[in-house]
């Protein structure tokens, strides 16, 4: 059974720069959608970006567009997410998720497979 573990979050002053890992265990990562969401305190669970299982091809919301990069390193099973310019409004737990399958890729009710977050929290 695939597990995922998040890590990397901290606490970072603004314009400041993270790298968050996902790592899995159990199954091959590379056989999955992976997707980075992010949630806030009263606030929706928020795609933010995704890697396909195929072809390796990115999506990202607009929000972090230019901003955040997503990778994946299969020979350590794991899937990183680089945050750059970090802004105030970028604090949040941010989740990885898998799934076999997406249409949308950044919908949070396509994953099944979940970890259980690292915190992020951007301020001065």
């Known amino acids: 059974q695939l597990q995922l573990v998040e890590s990397g979050g901290g606490l970072v002053q603004p314009g400041g720069s993270l790298r968050l890992s996902c790592a899995a265990s159990g199954r091959t990562l590379s056989y999955y959608v992976v997707g980075w969401f992010r949630q806030a305190p009263g606030k929706e669970r928020e795609g933010i970006s995704c890697?396909?299982?195929?072809?390796?091809?990115?999506l990202y919301a607009d929000s972090v567009k230019g901003r955040f990069t997503i990778s994946r390193d299969n020979a350590k099973n794991t899937v990183y997410l680089q945050l750059n310019s970090l802004k105030p409004e970028d604090t949040g737990t941010y989740y990885c998720?898998?799934?076999?399958?997406?249409?949308?890729?950044?919908?949070?009710?396509?994953?099944?497979?979940w970890g259980r977050g690292t915190q992020v929290t951007i301020s001065s």
């Open positions: 890697i396909m299982s195929s072809d390796d091809r990115t």
């Open positions: 998720a898998a799934s076999d399958w997406v249409e949308d890729g950044l919908g949070w009710r396509e994953y099944e497979r």
